[in-house]
Structures are given as structure tokens and as C-alpha cells.
């Protein structure tokens, strides 16, 4: 499948930061978009923490930014304190939950069949689950990067996925926060790689459908080259998605 066929999604994680101020930045956010001659042709999407989802969704409105969380629990509801399901997130105003990011999966020792079980919860109440996967730096050096995604991906999908439902963000972990990002090159093999497990997971139709996200490091800087590697349908986006202006700057690489 041609990968415009693909509309592509940039989505915004701010992680554990921003507050009810922060909205100023999406406001500011919607002004640039609404400026831009052109509408973007991809998606746009922030993850703010879920104190703010439905604050950040009031802001967004009347522009094209859509709002997601970052994490939820497997249950609808019950004895589970401290949690957050992902009825909740969508009631706040979620359209999407970012499930097994590779910070839950180290902080909170997140398994694949944990991952799994939250898409599920996600795709159960009609949202988009966006699943991560992603190789540590010892991984990398092993030369196993291909068969921890590919592992990842087959345990962390339900039985629920379809390209409607289901986007996959490769967020190598040495990449995250650090400035560094793989070569195009291993980019390109990676998402390939995940296009092919794909369609064997979940049939032609619906593994050429899937958009698979790159995240580690997208900067304003590195956006347009990172779009143009075949099978990156769009980016996942950490520090520089907390301002307007860097978050605008790499949307700015889908705008034709
Ligand atoms: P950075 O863009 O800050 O590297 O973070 C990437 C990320 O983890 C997005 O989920």
C-alpha cells in the first residue's frame, strides 16, 4: 500500500509534565495550524497527563488537534487505587490511549500480556490503542533489535486490532530524551520489518493499513528526513511537543 494511502499521525507525549497553563501552548498551537496556507495532511494528537485531558480538549477546540492519554489500566472500573480507566479517559474527552510506552514498561515492569490486556480495554471503548515498542541500547548492540519489536508487537496486539483501531509507535529507547536517533537505514529496517509482522498478524488488508509511528528524538530539525523513510507514518514526539512553536515545526514537515 502507497504510504499516502496512510494518513499520518503526529502525536504530541508530554509525559509527566504541563499544567492547566500549558493550554496557552495548544491554543497557540491551533493559531499556527489555522495560519498555515495548506492544512496538514496528518493527524494531530496530544497526550497531556489525564489531570489535563479534558481541559487540554476544551482548549483544542475549534482546531484540528485531538486529544489522547498516555496510559490506562486493563479494567473498565473497580478496587484499583490510584488508576485510570480507559472509559474515563474517553469520557474526559480521549479519542486515543498510548498504551506500553517503554517508561511503563520499565517503571511499572509492564509485560507484553499487560500491554495487550490495556489495548483491549482501549479498543473496547471504541478508542485508538497507540501501542509502543522498542529495543534498549544493550538490545541494539546484541543485534536483536528486529526480534524484540517483532516479540513485542505479536504479544502486545489483541485479538480487537485493525488498522482502524491500532496504531504502533517504534520508539528505540537509547533514542528517547537523549538527541540521538537511529540511522535511515535502520529505521527503514526496523519499520519495515514491523509492516511485515504486521500483515502476518493481522492480514493484508489490515497490517498495510496500520500506521506505524517513529518516536526518539524528533526534533523540528530531523522531521521531514524521518517522514520520508518508507513506512514512518508519522511520529510519536516527547520534549518537542511541550511548545507550540518546536511541535509546529515538525507538523510543518506534513504540510504540503
Ligand atoms: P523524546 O521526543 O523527548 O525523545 O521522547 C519520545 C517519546 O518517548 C515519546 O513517547
Given at each position: 500500500m502507497a504510504r499516502r494511502a496512510r494518513r499520518p499521525l503526529v502525536a504530541g507525549n508530554w509525559k509527566m509534565n504541563g499544567t492547566r497553563s500549558s493550554a496557552r501552548e495548544v491554543k497557540a498551537l491551533g493559531r499556527l495550524v489555522a495560519k498555515s496556507?495548506?492544512?496538514?495532511?496528518?493527524?494531530?494528537?496530544?497526550?497531556p497527563p489525564a489531570t489535563l485531558v479534558h481541559h487540554i480538549r476544551d482548549a483544542a477546540r475549534g482546531t484540528p488537534v485531538r486529544v489522547g492519554g498516555q496510559d490506562c489500566h486493563f479494567a473498565q472500573g473497580g478496587a484499583h487505587t490510584g488508576d485510570i480507566s480507559?472509559?474515563?479517559?474517553?469520557?474526559?474527552?480521549?479519542?486515543a490511549v498510548i498504551v506500553g510506552h517503554s517508561e511503563r514498561r520499565s517503571d511499572h515492569d509492564e509485560s507484553d500480556a499487560v500491554v495487550c490486556a490495556k489495548a483491549e480495554a482501549v479498543h473496547a471503548c471504541g478508542l485508538t490503542a497507540i501501542v509502543c515498542v522498542g529495543e534498549t541500547e544493550t538490545q541494539r548492540d546484541d543485534g536483536a533489535t528486529l526480534r524484540i519489536v517483532g516479540a513485542?508487537?505479536?504479544g502486545?496486539?489483541?485479538a480487537s486490532a485493525t488498522a482502524k483501531n491500532t496504531v504502533i509507535?517504534?520508539?528505540p529507547v537509547w533514542a528517547i530524551g537523549t538527541g540521538r536517533t537511529p540511522t535511515n537505514?535502520?529505521?527503514a529496517k526496523v519499520h519495515q520489518h514491523?509492516?511485515?509482522?504486521l500483515v502476518a498478524l493481522l492480514g493484508e488488508a489490515e497490517g498495510e493499513g496500520t500506521r506505524v509511528l517513529y518516536g526518539g528524538s524528533v526534533k523540528p530539525g530531523n522531521a521531514v528526513?524521518?517522514?520520508g523513510i518508507d513506512n514512518v507514518d508519522g511520529a510519536l514526539v516527547g520534549g518537542a511537543s511541550l511548545t507550540a512553536k518546536d511541535f509546529f515545526g515538525i507538523i510543518a514537515a506534513y504540510i504540503r
Amino acid at each position: 500500500m502507497a504510504r499516502r494511502a496512510r494518513r499520518p499521525l503526529v502525536a504530541g507525549n508530554w509525559k509527566m509534565n504541563g499544567t492547566r497553563s500549558s493550554a496557552r501552548e495548544v491554543k497557540a498551537l491551533g493559531r499556527l495550524v489555522a495560519k498555515s496556507q495548506t492544512k496538514p495532511s496528518c493527524e494531530i494528537m496530544i497526550c497531556p497527563p489525564a489531570t489535563l485531558v479534558h481541559h487540554i480538549r476544551d482548549a483544542a477546540r475549534g482546531t484540528p488537534v485531538r486529544v489522547g492519554g498516555q496510559d490506562c489500566h486493563f479494567a473498565q472500573g473497580g478496587a484499583h487505587t490510584g488508576d485510570i480507566s480507559a472509559d474515563m479517559l474517553k469520557d474526559a474527552g480521549a479519542r486515543a490511549v498510548i498504551v506500553g510506552h517503554s517508561e511503563r514498561r520499565s517503571d511499572h515492569d509492564e509485560s507484553d500480556a499487560v500491554v495487550c490486556a490495556k489495548a483491549e480495554a482501549v479498543h473496547a471503548c471504541g478508542l485508538t490503542a497507540i501501542v509502543c515498542v522498542g529495543e534498549t541500547e544493550t538490545q541494539r548492540d546484541d543485534g536483536a533489535t528486529l526480534r524484540i519489536v517483532g516479540a513485542q508487537l505479536k504479544g502486545s496486539l489483541p485479538a480487537s486490532a485493525t488498522a482502524k483501531n491500532t496504531v504502533i509507535a517504534y520508539e528505540p529507547v537509547w533514542a528517547i530524551g537523549t538527541g540521538r536517533t537511529p540511522t535511515n537505514e535502520d529505521v527503514a529496517k526496523v519499520h519495515q520489518h514491523l509492516r511485515r509482522r504486521l500483515v502476518a498478524l493481522l492480514g493484508e488488508a489490515e497490517g498495510e493499513g496500520t500506521r506505524v509511528l517513529y518516536g526518539g528524538s524528533v526534533k523540528p530539525g530531523n522531521a521531514v528526513e524521518l517522514m520520508g523513510i518508507d513506512n514512518v507514518d508519522g511520529a510519536l514526539v516527547g520534549g518537542a511537543s511541550l511548545t507550540a512553536k518546536d511541535f509546529f515545526g515538525i507538523i510543518a514537515a506534513y504540510i504540503r
